[in-house]
C-alpha cells in the first residue's frame, strides 16, 4: 500500500522568503508528526497532531514555524522569513492510534536549503 | 527529559558477519519504547524493530534482534549474518509510554552509520 509521501523532495528558499511543506500520511493513521533532520544528526521532534488536533508543538523553533492540519489528512508545515539556519531535512511519520506496537511510518523528507 | 546515545559514529562490518550496535537511554519513566530505525542514502527512516520497556523477552526481527538490558538501560541491535544492504544509517529512538497512547514523540540518538565490507 501507498506509504507516507512528502512534496517536494527538494526547496531552495532564498533567506526572508516563506515556504510550505506537505505531507501526505497514510490513509487512516490517526497521528502524524513533523521532525527536522540537521546534516549528521537524528531527527528533532517538531510537533504532533491527532486527527485535525495539533496536541503536542513544544518542539517548534521559533513562532515562524507553523503547522496544520485542517481535515485530519494531510498537514502543512510553513516556515515564515526563512533563516539559513532552517537548512534541514524535514520529516513527516504519521501512526495509528491503537494496537500494541505504534511504530512512525516516515515519509522521504523534504531537503530543504536556505542560501 | 529523555536522552539516547549513541556512541559509536562509524562501524564497519564484514559481509556475513554479525555486528553489535550500541545504544544507552535515559529516562525516569517506567513504561516507555525503544525503537531502531534505518536511514539509507535514500533518506527514508525504515522501522527495524521494538522494544517495550515490560516487554519480558528481547525483540526479534529476522536477522534483527534487540539486546534489551533494562538495568543498565540499553538496547543494542544486533544485525546478523550482514549484507551488503545494510549499509547505513541506524538511529536508536526513545518513546515515553508503550500502550494506548500514540502520540508521544520519538526522541533520537545521533546515530551509527554502519558500513558493510563485501
Known amino acids: 500500500g501507498a506509504g507516507v509521501s512528502q512534496s517536494p523532495r527538494y526547496k531552495v528558499a532564498k533567506r526572508g522568503q516563506d515556504v510550505a511543506l506537505r505531507c501526505d500520511p497514510i490513509?487512516?493513521?490517526?497521528?502524524l508528526f513533523w521532525y527536522q533532520q540537521a546534516l549528521g544528526q537524528g531527527p528533532e521532534f517538531l510537533t504532533y497532531?491527532?486527527?485535525?488536533?495539533?496536541?503536542?508543538k513544544s518542539g517548534l523553533p521559533s513562532d515562524r514555524f507553523f503547522a496544520e492540519r485542517p481535515e485530519g489528512s494531510v498537514s502543512t508545515l510553513k516556515i515564515q522569513r526563512t533563516q539559513q539556519e532552517d537548512s534541514a531535512v524535514y520529516l513527516c511519520?504519521?501512526?495509528?492510534?491503537?494496537?500494541?506496537?505504534?511504530?512512525?511510518?516516515f515519509g522521504p523528507g523534504t531537503r530543504l536549503t536556505v542560501t | 527529559a529523555q536522552k539516547i546515545t549513541q556512541t559509536q559514529p562509524g562501524m564497519f562490518v564484514q559481509e556475513k558477519e554479525a555486528v553489535t550496535l550500541d545504544c544507552t537511554y535515559d529516562?525516569?519513566?517506567?513504561?516507555?519504547?525503544l525503537f531502531w530505525y534505518k536511514q539509507p542514502s535514500s533518506g527514508e527512516m525504515i522501522f527495524l524493530i521494538y522494544?517495550?520497556?515490560?516487554?519480558?523477552q528481547n525483540a526479534t526481527e529476522g536477522r534483527y534482534s534487540l539486546n534489551f538490558q533494562k538495568a543498565r538501560k540499553s538496547a543494542n541491535l544486533v544485525i546478523s549474518a550482514s549484507q551488503l544492504g545494510d549499509s547505513a544509517m541506524y538511529f536508536c529512538?526513545?518513546?515515553?509510554?508503550?500502550?494506548?497512547?500514540?502520540?508521544?514523540?520519538?526522541?533520537f540518538g545521533e546515530g551509527t552509520q554502519l558500513t558493510v565490507n563485501p
Open positions: 522494544q517495550g520497556s515490560y516487554d519480558e
Open positions: 511519520a504519521s501512526s495509528l492510534s491503537s494496537g500494541r506496537v505504534y511504530e512512525q511510518y
Open positions: 497532531f491527532q486527527n485535525e488536533a495539533q496536541l503536542d
Open positions: 529516562t525516569s519513566d517506567q513504561s516507555y519504547g
Open positions: 490513509s487512516g493513521h490517526v497521528s
Open positions: 529512538a526513545m518513546r515515553e509510554g508503550q500502550r494506548e497512547t500514540s502520540g508521544s514523540r520519538l526522541t
